[in-house]
Protein backbone atom coordinates (compact mmCIF):
# COMPACT_ATOMS: atom_id res chain seq x y z
CA UNK A 1 0.00 0.00 0.00
CA UNK A 2 1.42 3.22 -1.24
CA UNK A 3 1.51 6.66 1.30
CA UNK A 4 -1.06 8.11 -0.22
CA UNK A 5 -3.48 5.01 -0.10
CA UNK A 6 -2.15 4.86 4.40
CA UNK A 7 -3.25 8.51 4.33
CA UNK A 8 -6.68 8.05 2.78
CA UNK A 9 -7.48 5.43 5.30
CA UNK A 10 -6.30 6.89 7.87
CA UNK A 11 -8.80 10.14 7.41
CA UNK A 12 -11.44 7.67 6.53
CA UNK A 13 -11.00 5.57 9.75
CA UNK A 14 -10.91 8.50 11.24
CA UNK A 15 -14.20 10.45 9.85
CA UNK A 16 -15.66 7.03 10.67
CA UNK A 17 -14.81 7.35 14.50
CA UNK A 18 -15.66 11.34 14.84
CA UNK A 19 -19.00 9.93 13.09
CA UNK A 20 -20.27 7.18 15.33
CA UNK A 21 -19.50 9.47 18.31
CA UNK A 22 -21.99 11.82 16.62
CA UNK A 23 -24.20 9.46 16.04
CA UNK A 24 -24.06 7.87 19.30
CA UNK A 25 -25.31 11.58 20.97
CA UNK A 26 -27.48 12.11 18.36
CA UNK A 27 -29.12 8.68 20.39
CA UNK A 28 -28.85 9.23 23.44
CA UNK A 29 -29.67 13.01 23.08
CA UNK A 30 -32.95 13.23 20.57
CA UNK A 31 -34.57 9.35 20.10
CA UNK A 32 -34.64 7.42 23.12
CA UNK A 33 -36.34 10.08 25.70
CA UNK A 34 -38.61 10.50 22.94
CA UNK A 35 -39.95 7.18 22.54
CA UNK A 36 -39.75 6.45 18.65
CA UNK A 37 -37.69 4.28 16.88
CA UNK A 38 -35.84 5.74 14.48
CA UNK A 39 -34.51 3.73 11.12
CA UNK A 40 -32.96 0.20 10.00
CA UNK A 41 -30.73 -1.79 12.89
CA UNK A 42 -30.48 1.42 15.17
CA UNK A 43 -34.23 1.42 14.96
CA UNK A 44 -35.07 -1.85 16.33
CA UNK A 45 -32.26 -1.67 18.94
CA UNK A 46 -34.20 1.45 20.49
CA UNK A 47 -37.43 -0.71 20.48
CA UNK A 48 -35.69 -3.54 22.74
CA UNK A 49 -34.29 -1.25 24.68
CA UNK A 50 -37.24 0.55 25.26
CA UNK A 51 -39.53 -2.80 25.80
CA UNK A 52 -36.79 -4.84 27.44
CA UNK A 53 -33.70 -2.45 28.86
CA UNK A 54 -31.25 -4.52 26.73
CA UNK A 55 -28.59 -1.84 25.62
CA UNK A 56 -28.67 -0.25 22.11
CA UNK A 57 -24.94 -0.20 22.58
CA UNK A 58 -24.63 -4.38 23.21
CA UNK A 59 -27.45 -4.65 20.56
CA UNK A 60 -25.61 -3.09 17.62
CA UNK A 61 -22.23 -5.02 18.55
CA UNK A 62 -24.29 -8.63 18.23
CA UNK A 63 -26.22 -7.50 14.82
CA UNK A 64 -23.69 -5.21 13.11
CA UNK A 65 -20.24 -7.96 13.81
CA UNK A 66 -21.50 -10.55 11.88
CA UNK A 67 -23.24 -8.10 9.04
CA UNK A 68 -19.52 -6.36 8.60
CA UNK A 69 -17.84 -9.63 8.23
CA UNK A 70 -21.02 -10.65 5.74
CA UNK A 71 -20.08 -7.43 3.78
CA UNK A 72 -16.20 -8.08 3.52
CA UNK A 73 -16.46 -11.25 2.00
CA UNK A 74 -19.77 -10.67 0.11
CA UNK A 75 -19.73 -7.03 -0.95
CA UNK A 76 -16.81 -5.22 -0.45
CA UNK A 77 -13.50 -4.94 1.54
CA UNK A 78 -12.64 -1.33 2.27
CA UNK A 79 -16.94 -0.94 2.76
CA UNK A 80 -16.60 -3.55 5.65
CA UNK A 81 -13.90 -3.09 6.87
CA UNK A 82 -14.87 1.11 7.53
CA UNK A 83 -18.55 -0.08 8.70
CA UNK A 84 -16.88 -2.00 11.45
CA UNK A 85 -15.02 0.79 12.52
CA UNK A 86 -17.76 2.76 12.58
CA UNK A 87 -20.05 0.19 14.15
CA UNK A 88 -17.58 -0.41 17.15
CA UNK A 89 -16.77 2.83 18.04
CA UNK A 90 -20.57 3.66 18.06
CA UNK A 91 -21.71 0.87 20.13
CA UNK A 92 -18.67 1.70 22.48
CA UNK A 93 -19.83 5.31 22.51
CA UNK A 94 -23.65 4.85 23.27
CA UNK A 95 -22.52 2.34 26.70
CA UNK A 96 -19.85 4.93 27.59
CA UNK A 97 -22.83 7.56 27.78
CA UNK A 98 -25.03 5.65 29.48
CA UNK A 99 -22.57 5.90 32.47
CA UNK A 100 -22.22 10.11 32.36
CA UNK A 101 -25.33 12.10 33.05
CA UNK A 102 -26.00 14.13 30.48
CA UNK A 103 -29.89 14.73 31.20
CA UNK A 104 -29.33 18.56 30.97
CA UNK A 105 -28.54 18.28 27.11
CA UNK A 106 -31.23 15.30 26.43
CA UNK A 107 -34.15 16.78 24.79
CA UNK A 108 -37.27 15.19 26.23
CA UNK A 109 -40.41 16.41 24.40
CA UNK A 110 -42.54 14.39 27.64
CA UNK A 111 -44.70 13.84 24.12
CA UNK A 112 -45.51 17.03 23.21
CA UNK A 113 -44.10 18.64 20.15
CA UNK A 114 -41.88 15.34 19.57
CA UNK A 115 -41.95 16.50 15.82
CA UNK A 116 -38.46 18.94 17.09
CA UNK A 117 -36.09 16.13 18.56
CA UNK A 118 -37.07 13.91 15.42
CA UNK A 119 -36.09 16.81 12.97
CA UNK A 120 -32.98 17.46 14.73
CA UNK A 121 -32.33 13.68 15.20
CA UNK A 122 -33.30 13.49 11.35
CA UNK A 123 -30.89 16.07 10.50
CA UNK A 124 -27.94 14.42 12.11
CA UNK A 125 -28.64 10.54 10.98
CA UNK A 126 -28.94 11.96 7.38
CA UNK A 127 -25.43 13.93 7.66
CA UNK A 128 -24.14 11.34 9.12
CA UNK A 129 -25.23 9.19 6.66
CA UNK A 130 -24.48 11.12 3.72
CA UNK A 131 -20.24 11.39 4.46
CA UNK A 132 -20.30 7.84 5.84
CA UNK A 133 -21.55 6.78 2.29
CA UNK A 134 -19.50 9.74 0.50
CA UNK A 135 -16.36 7.35 2.33
CA UNK A 136 -17.75 3.86 1.26
CA UNK A 137 -19.32 2.96 4.52
CA UNK A 138 -22.06 3.05 6.02
CA UNK A 139 -23.54 3.11 9.50
CA UNK A 140 -23.99 -0.68 9.47
CA UNK A 141 -27.14 -2.80 10.08
CA UNK A 142 -29.98 -2.24 7.09
CA UNK A 143 -27.60 -0.19 5.05
CA UNK A 144 -25.61 -3.00 4.68
CA UNK A 145 -28.50 -5.79 3.40
CA UNK A 146 -29.38 -2.72 1.03
CA UNK A 147 -26.17 -2.48 -0.31
CA UNK A 148 -26.09 -6.06 -0.92
CA UNK A 149 -29.20 -6.45 -2.45
CA UNK A 150 -28.35 -3.65 -4.93
CA UNK A 151 -24.98 -5.02 -5.66
CA UNK A 152 -26.67 -7.94 -6.79
CA UNK A 153 -29.25 -6.28 -9.13
CA UNK A 154 -28.42 -2.85 -9.71
CA UNK A 155 -31.60 -2.05 -11.20
CA UNK A 156 -32.61 -2.05 -7.53
CA UNK A 157 -31.95 1.81 -6.13
CA UNK A 158 -29.74 1.53 -2.34
CA UNK A 159 -32.70 3.72 -0.78
CA UNK A 160 -35.54 2.70 -2.04
CA UNK A 161 -34.65 -0.86 -0.68
CA UNK A 162 -33.65 0.96 2.87
CA UNK A 163 -36.78 2.60 3.13
CA UNK A 164 -38.78 -0.43 2.66
CA UNK A 165 -36.52 -1.88 5.87
CA UNK A 166 -36.69 1.22 7.75
CA UNK A 167 -41.01 1.35 6.66
CA UNK A 168 -41.17 -2.25 8.40
CA UNK A 169 -39.54 -1.06 11.68
CA UNK A 170 -42.14 1.91 11.44
CA UNK A 171 -45.24 -0.32 11.44
CA UNK A 172 -43.49 -2.28 14.18
CA UNK A 173 -42.96 0.54 16.43
CA UNK A 174 -46.66 0.65 16.15
CA UNK A 175 -47.33 -2.48 18.49
CA UNK A 176 -44.06 -1.78 20.46
CA UNK A 177 -45.20 1.79 21.98
CA UNK A 178 -48.43 0.95 22.78
CA UNK A 179 -49.19 2.16 26.00
CA UNK A 180 -51.79 0.62 28.77
CA UNK A 181 -54.42 2.81 30.29
CA UNK A 182 -56.36 3.10 33.11
CA UNK A 183 -57.93 -0.20 32.88
CA UNK A 184 -54.78 -2.33 31.81
CA UNK A 185 -55.47 -2.26 28.32
CA UNK A 186 -52.96 -1.14 25.45
CA UNK A 187 -53.74 1.57 23.71
CA UNK A 188 -51.85 2.01 20.48
CA UNK A 189 -51.24 4.97 18.43
CA UNK A 190 -50.09 6.49 14.64
CA UNK A 191 -47.67 8.79 16.53
CA UNK A 192 -44.19 6.64 16.89
CA UNK A 193 -45.01 5.70 13.24
CA UNK A 194 -45.40 8.99 11.70
CA UNK A 195 -42.38 10.13 13.63
CA UNK A 196 -40.17 7.13 12.27
CA UNK A 197 -41.06 7.72 9.06
CA UNK A 198 -40.27 11.16 9.22
CA UNK A 199 -37.35 10.71 10.52
CA UNK A 200 -36.34 8.05 7.66
CA UNK A 201 -37.40 10.99 5.28
CA UNK A 202 -35.85 14.18 6.73
CA UNK A 203 -32.21 11.48 7.40
CA UNK A 204 -32.66 10.33 3.87
CA UNK A 205 -33.14 13.85 1.59
CA UNK A 206 -30.23 15.31 3.73
CA UNK A 207 -28.38 12.34 3.23
CA UNK A 208 -28.99 12.07 -0.45
CA UNK A 209 -27.99 15.92 -0.76
CA UNK A 210 -24.39 15.35 1.21
CA UNK A 211 -23.94 12.66 -1.12
CA UNK A 212 -24.70 14.52 -4.41
CA UNK A 213 -22.18 16.95 -3.47
CA UNK A 214 -21.78 20.67 -3.40
CA UNK A 215 -20.34 20.78 -6.95
CA UNK A 216 -23.76 20.75 -8.53
CA UNK A 217 -23.41 22.59 -11.96
CA UNK A 218 -25.15 22.62 -15.86
CA UNK A 219 -23.35 21.50 -19.07
CA UNK A 220 -24.86 23.08 -21.97
CA UNK A 221 -24.56 21.04 -25.50
CA UNK A 222 -24.96 23.80 -28.14
CA UNK A 223 -25.37 23.11 -32.00
CA UNK A 224 -24.57 25.87 -33.69
CA UNK A 225 -22.42 27.50 -36.62
CA UNK A 226 -20.79 30.24 -34.88
CA UNK A 227 -18.82 27.72 -32.92
CA UNK A 228 -15.40 30.24 -33.00
CA UNK A 229 -17.42 33.57 -31.92
CA UNK A 230 -19.35 31.68 -28.78
CA UNK A 231 -16.14 30.29 -27.69
CA UNK A 232 -14.57 33.98 -27.94
CA UNK A 233 -17.39 34.96 -25.53
CA UNK A 234 -17.32 32.05 -22.78
CA UNK A 235 -13.82 32.68 -22.63
CA UNK A 236 -13.78 36.73 -21.85
CA UNK A 237 -17.19 36.58 -20.39
CA UNK A 238 -17.08 33.78 -18.20
CA UNK A 239 -13.66 33.09 -17.86
CA UNK A 240 -14.41 29.71 -18.70
CA UNK A 241 -13.06 26.99 -21.85
CA UNK A 242 -15.50 24.82 -23.63
CA UNK A 243 -14.82 21.39 -25.65
CA UNK A 244 -15.69 21.30 -29.45
CA UNK A 245 -16.67 18.53 -31.47
CA UNK A 246 -17.94 18.51 -34.90
CA UNK A 247 -21.16 17.28 -35.78
CA UNK A 248 -23.78 16.11 -38.81
CA UNK A 249 -27.23 17.11 -39.05
CA UNK A 250 -29.26 13.81 -39.54
CA UNK A 251 -32.01 15.40 -41.55
CA UNK A 252 -30.13 18.49 -43.30
CA UNK A 253 -27.29 16.85 -43.64
CA UNK A 254 -25.20 19.89 -42.94
CA UNK A 255 -22.08 20.11 -40.83
CA UNK A 256 -22.43 22.07 -37.31
CA UNK A 257 -19.90 21.87 -34.58
CA UNK A 258 -20.89 21.28 -31.12
CA UNK A 259 -19.69 22.98 -28.66
CA UNK A 260 -19.96 21.24 -24.65
CA UNK A 261 -19.27 23.62 -21.56
CA UNK A 262 -20.02 22.75 -17.96
CA UNK A 263 -20.26 26.33 -15.95
CA UNK A 264 -21.79 26.92 -12.46
CA UNK A 265 -25.02 27.94 -10.82
CA UNK A 266 -24.57 31.90 -11.39
CA UNK A 267 -23.02 31.40 -14.79
CA UNK A 268 -26.40 30.02 -16.36
CA UNK A 269 -28.12 32.82 -17.38
CA UNK A 270 -24.90 34.90 -18.69
CA UNK A 271 -24.69 31.49 -20.84
CA UNK A 272 -28.23 32.36 -22.25
CA UNK A 273 -27.51 35.90 -22.62
CA UNK A 274 -24.54 34.98 -24.95
CA UNK A 275 -26.22 32.36 -26.79
CA UNK A 276 -29.39 35.04 -27.90
CA UNK A 277 -26.91 36.93 -30.22
CA UNK A 278 -26.60 34.06 -32.81
CA UNK A 279 -29.20 32.62 -35.32
CA UNK A 280 -28.79 29.01 -36.73
CA UNK A 281 -27.78 27.75 -32.54
CA UNK A 282 -29.66 25.13 -30.80
CA UNK A 283 -28.84 24.24 -27.40
CA UNK A 284 -30.12 22.15 -24.87
CA UNK A 285 -28.77 22.53 -20.63
CA UNK A 286 -28.77 19.56 -18.43
CA UNK A 287 -28.23 19.25 -14.73
CA UNK A 288 -25.14 18.04 -13.18
CA UNK A 289 -24.97 16.42 -9.48
CA UNK A 290 -21.37 16.62 -9.45
CA UNK A 291 -18.02 18.17 -10.94
CA UNK A 292 -15.00 15.87 -10.24
CA UNK A 293 -11.47 17.08 -10.89
CA UNK A 294 -10.35 20.31 -13.24
CA UNK A 295 -8.06 20.81 -15.82
CA UNK A 296 -4.29 22.69 -15.48
CA UNK A 297 -5.16 26.65 -15.98
CA UNK A 298 -2.69 27.48 -19.38
CA UNK A 299 -0.66 30.60 -19.33
Same mark, same amino acid.
Given at each position: ?21 ? =????? @?? /? ?17 ? !? ?20 ? +? /? #? ?7 ? $? %??? =? ?10 ? @????? *?? =? !??? &? !? ?15 ? /?????? /?????? %? ?6 ? $? ?10 ? #? ?26 ? !??? #? ?32 ? %??? &????? &? @???? $???? *? +???? *? ?23 ? =? ?17 ? @?????? *????
Amino acid at each position: MVKKDVKVWAFDCTAMVVLAVL =FAFNY @EL /FIVKNHFAPAGVNGMATMI !QYKFGFSIGYFSLIVNIPLCLF +A /F #FCIDRAFAI $K %TAV =FSVVYSVAVLLL @EFIDI *SR =F !QYD &A !QGVDTIYPVLIAGAVGG /FVYGLA /FRRNSS %TGGADIIA $KFVSKKDPSLNF #FWINFAINAAIAVLSFFVYAEPNAEGIL !QYD #FKPVCLCLLYCLLSGIVGNAIIKGSKSAYRFTVI %TSH &ADEID &A @EILS $KLKH *S +ATRL *SATGAYSNSSREMIVCVVNKRQLIE =FKDILKNYDDTFAFVETVN @ETIGNF *SKVK
